[in-house]
């Protein structure tokens, strides 16, 4: 039997497809602001949300009679302005440096927010109360460091790690800066030889005295030499640090690897620096990259946007979604071969992990020979 | 076709950045193929605009997810065969299915009368013998017999061997003529229709 064709579909009317159509375009902009779900079955949600509220129903019955207890205090900033490089201790850090800013000690943390200038710190790591600083949409998370923070007071950040680790968070993505190594907002990772090119061995000039574990030691209020209500963070310029006629080799090897990743030139990048001009050109760009015509311009466009994103505006993740759609409409493109580098600097800059090495072995697979297969091969090779 | 290729690429692309005009485009494109299968498998319109709405919501939540290699409609249909075997699943095999066709609306004289009511009838009585059938099978026939989609297509769609795809249409066949030989009218219903090897 068949009954293909006998069997009339009753089509939905308009008003029902409408509604179908603005529940799904909310549905998706709902999507797109909420974190994935996790697959748990509704009964169990169902299940959980029963108990809570007996739960809750048999606590609020037992406790009804007791005095309602004070609320906990809001944790108050305290204000430091330091402008002659004076120290403060605080709950086991040592803080030094010109800047100002606020402190807030929070249960499981202090967060020093900057308002702008410089702090060196030393930092005896305690797991149970860490120390972030937080400078504009960064922050930097101590994992038991001498590091320093520079803060223009606007957006930009740069981070010089000289012993230890600290973490790095800005736009929800999550960067380990080790010992040898820097950060900064518009470069991401970098090596402390490319940050500072004629300092290598001490990136913090000011010799800080080493971190002494204090539990919980009582903060000075404010440094007396410099009045809170009139302090007026000056600029603050990058401390002269003395010239050093040697430069040391990175005691990681993967600095070294990354530096010879970032030896190669990206090709075909579009000649942009600031992050405005970049967000502009991408616009312009992306007109070429989604007309319906399939031509060079467009395959050349939709690499350009991945450059762009990728740098000035760091954002990796979608740089390497773009160069995904990129090799899907244009295998084989011209710029193939060098968004398959791109790929491979993306991958490698944070860590030289398993899509790190995926990136590279696709490259060297390709390209066989040249200066950046031969770095691609030392990627895959490397330990 | 290399030109739909594009297009549904360059559309996939801009649903992606979020765009509502590129979400409403997408629907609108699919809509009318994915509620077809779906009635056709289901047999009625009855939460059909929860389940419009669930296979489409489920197909912008793994968007991301199409590589590209198969085409987006088949990628869709896949998306909204995996719904429609939930919403059977869950819901049980018992599966209520509406009429057809409005009675009152019918019009024409009365050979068409009779016409028009054996088939709605013979819909009705062939439903409720699907609705006895499991997920997979009642899927693997509807989408078969019904859809008129080939067994390999089939078997692609319901993530099933072919072997095993054509052993759940044999069996559902064999079940829907085995209540066509107590059922009068279904039998006369199925007989008005093709007799295929």
Known sequence: ?383 | MATAYVEDVLLVDRCLTGEPAATRELFRRHRNRVHASLFRVLGSNRDMDDLLQEAFIQVFQSLRGWRAEASLSTWIDRVSVRVAYRYLSQRGRRIQTDPLIDEDSVPGGEATDDRRQLARDGVRRLYAVLDDLGAAARLAFTLHEIDGRPLAEVADLVGSSVTATKLRVWRARGKVEAAAAADPVLREFLGTAEVTP
């Open chain 1, 1 to 383: 039997m068949t009954l293909r064709d006998r069997i009339p579909v009753e089509q939905l009317d308009d008003e029902r497809l409408t509604n179908i159509e603005r529940r799904l375009v909310i549905g998706v902009s709902e999507l797109a602001t909420k974190p994935a779900r996790r697959g748990l079955p509704s009964l169990w949600f169902r299940g959980a949300g029963v108990v809570a509220i007996a739960a809750a129903a048999v606590i609020g019955w037992k406790l009804h009679t007791v005095p309602a207890a004070e609320p906990p205090p809001a944790a108050a900033a305290q204000h430091f302005a330091v402008t002659d490089g004076s120290k403060i201790s605080l709950d086991g850090a040592t803080l030094a440096g010109t800047a100002s800013y606020d402190v807030t000690r929070e249960p499981q943390r202090v967060v020093i927010e900057m308002q702008r200038g410089q702090i060196d710190l030393a930092v005896v790591h305690d797991p149970h109360r860490t120390l972030v600083i937080r400078a504009a949409d960064t922050e930097i998370e101590d994992v038991g460091t001498r590091f320093r923070v520079d803060f223009d007071g606007a957006s930009a950040v740069q981070v010089r790690v000289t012993e230890g680790e600290v973490k790095v968070t800005r736009h929800a993505q999550v960067v380990r800066v080790a010992a040898g190594n820097g950060w900064t907002t518009d470069r991401g990772l970098l090596a402390l030889t490319e940050l500072d090119p004629v300092v290598v061995a001490s990136a913090a000039p000011t010799p800080l005295p080493a971190p002494v574990p204090v539990p919980v030691a009582p903060m000075r209020p404010h440094v007396p030499e410099v009045p809170v209500a009139h302090a007026q963070p000056r600029h603050v310029e990058a401390t002269p640090v003395p010239h050093r006629e040697t430069v040391a080799a990175p005691a990681d090897p993967f600095v070294d690897l990354r530096t010879a990743i970032r030896a190669i030139p990206l090709e075909r990048a579009p000649n942009i620096d600031g992050r405005t001009d970049a967000a502009t050109e991408i616009a312009k760009l992306k007109k070429l990259a989604y007309s319906t015509t399939v031509g060079p311009e467009a395959s050349q466009a939709l690499y350009q946007i991945a450059v762009l994103l990728y740098r000035p505006l760091g954002q990796d993740a979608e740089a390497l979604r773009t160069l995904d759609w990129y090799f899907r409409r244009f295998a084989g493109g011209k710029e193939m071969h060098a968004a398959m580098w791109l790929r491979v600097r993306i991958a490698c800059d944070h860590v030289l992990d398993e899509a790190c090495r995926r990136a590279a072995y696709s490259y060297q697979h390709d390209v066989p020979s040249g200066p950046a297969s031969e770095v691609a091969v030392r990627i895959t090779n490397a330990q």
